[in-house]
């Protein structure tokens, strides 16, 4: 199985997939516009076993304590299989479709299979994680990670949605626990979105682009003059131990995001 560069296409639009690279879509063009902020650590990856910061990069799992690398500290932060290896499963040069995994390994103490499905229409993107073990049940999170441009020419983005509550955010970053009203930018938060994620960003003049998922959670950061992020995720940073979600091997965990657009 191959780790080069995958592109699919469907009218106008054109997506480029790098499972070499942490298996991130590295590029998003519509009408020749490139959505996703270029460079290596940029476009956007997929977040799993866990979803933004976890305290002190330790969760516990019943009677157990894990440490994770800090690589943010005193955190650790956004998972590891971005920083993995991964592998196309599938794939055809005449299909607008792929299909990509990699295995949760070391430091992650469950063995896991993680895929990615990529599926492009001319006005849509489909994403797809799954995680599944034929062996110990484990708590874990899935979720993605954009990077959009904040101007594609014209004016700057804009940023639409009605969040039930906003996650209080700590010193560290982190939830505190306490859900309050949402509150202008700029955001580097999580809110809650029990009817599922919807979120809309509009370039002026250019194009309208919606994320949405069923997931109830969503981190919005726009905090950078580069760049904005919509994070549709299955739990809240640090929920690996606030709002723990098992994967067991009758119930893996499945999570899907559609971008979907058109243009002004």
């Known amino acids: 199985m191959s780790t080069d ?35 290596d650590r940029y476009g956007c990856f997929p977040m799993v076993p866990w979803c933004g910061r976890v305290r002190d990069g330790r969760f516990r799992d019943g009677g157990e304590v894990y440490q994770m690398p800090l690589n943010a500290p005193p955190h650790a932060i956004h998972g590891f299989v971005r920083d993995t290896e991964w592998r196309t499963a599938r794939h055809s ?87 309050v009203e949402p509150k202008p930018g700029p955001w580097d938060d999580c809110f809650g979105m029990p009817d599922g994620v919807d979120v809309t960003l509009t370039w002026p003049e250019r194009l309208e682009l919606t994320v949405s998922s069923r997931e109830p959670w969503v981190v919005v950061y726009d905090e950078q003059d580069a760049a904005v992020c919509v994070e549709p995720q299955s739990g809240p940073p640090d929920g690996l131990n606030t709002t723990p979600r098992l994967v067991t091997p009758i119930e893996p965990l499945e999570v899907t995001t559609v971008w979907s657009w058109r243009t002004l």
């Open 5 to 39: 560069d995958i592109t699919l296409t469907a009218g106008d639009a054109e997506v480029t997939v790098r499972p070499g690279n942490g298996c991130r879509i590295g590029s998003l063009r519509i009408g020749g516009t490139e959505l996703l902020r270029q460079g």
């Open 93 to 179: 040069t005449a299909s607008d479709r792929a299909v990509f995994t990699c295995e949760l390994t070391d430091p992650w103490p469950y063995p896991a299979t993680v895929t990615q499905i990529v599926e492009l229409a001319d006005d849509k993107l489909t994403l797809t994680l799954g995680v599944e073990t034929y062996d110990s049940s484990f708590p874990a999170q899935a979720g993605w990670h954009p990077w959009f441009h904040r101007n594609i020419g014209g004016g700057d983005v804009t940023i639409d949605f009605s969040p039930a509550w906003q996650e209080e955010r700590g010193a560290d970053h982190l939830p505190t626990g306490r859900r």
